[in-house]
């Protein structure tokens, strides 16, 4: 039977409690075999701030999702040299796949009501579907305004509602306040071990 993959992309700065529920959530629901997590390398969209090195990413990636026998970590995007791009990452997941394996790229709905506008957009949507998650703050009926060809290569997915962002656990921490239940614990006490966020 041809495997059904979950590829879940982020910049996992750090990963947190939605992203664990999403993939969670998106396993269960389109019965995918395995999700991988891809720490993305060198975002594209993410320029205009310091992002954690890909190695603390990927540690605290691998930390979050050890004890989950279907989730999986790729440093593909890591180990690739330039900007990351998706469609580079798909093809190389279709690649290792093989070419009846089905691909399905999960993002929560900030991402999916952009995806319009990523490097060979046209070209990724033929090679995966995507998985959108409800995320609170966005309205995921948007996604009924992007043209027919990117609805059609799309599923809609409610998850339970996390307004968890990595961005709000970084600030929490540059703050002093506490980040304690946002996240695995394991990755709360890297955090703090490594000085991250400070
Ligand atoms: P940042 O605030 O730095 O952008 P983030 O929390 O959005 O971080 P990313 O690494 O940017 O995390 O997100 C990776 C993927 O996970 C994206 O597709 C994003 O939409 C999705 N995602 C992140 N947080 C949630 C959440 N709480 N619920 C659903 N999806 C989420
Ligand atoms: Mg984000």
Not at 21 to 35: C, G, I, P, S, Y
Not at 78 to 104: H, K, N, P
Not at 142 to 162: G, H, N, W, Y
Request: glycine share 6%.
């Amino acid at each position: 039977m041809s495997k059904r993959i979950g590829i879940m992309g982020g910049t996992f700065d750090p990963i947190h409690f939605g992203h664990l529920v999403t993939a969670e959530a998106a396993w269960q629901q389109f019965e995918l075999d395995q999700v991988v997590f891809v720490p993305s390398g060198n975002p594209p969209h993410k320029v205009s701030r310091v992002i954690s090195s890909a190695e603390h990413r990927l540690t605290m990636t691998l930390m979050a999702t050890v004890s989950n026998p279907h989730f999986s970590v790729s440093r593909v995007e890591i180990d690739r040299s330039g900007f990351s791009y998706a469609y580079d990452t798909v093809c190389a997941f279709a690649e290792l796949y093989g070419a009846d394996a089905e691909l399905f790229f999960i993002t929560g709905a900030d991402a999916l009501l952009e995806i319009a506008n990523w490097v060979k957009a046209e070209q990724l949507i033929e090679k995966c579907r995507f998985i959108g998650a409800t995320r609170p703050g966005w309205d995921i009926g948007d996604f009924a305004k992007m043209p027919q060809r990117f609805r059609e290569r799309a599923v809609l997915m409610q998850v339970p509602a996390l307004a968890i962002s990595s961005s709000d656990i970084r600030a929490r921490v540059k703050n002093g306040q506490t980040i304690r239940y946002l996240l695995p614990e394991t990755v709360e006490k890297y955090i703090e071990k490594q000085g991250l966020y400070l």
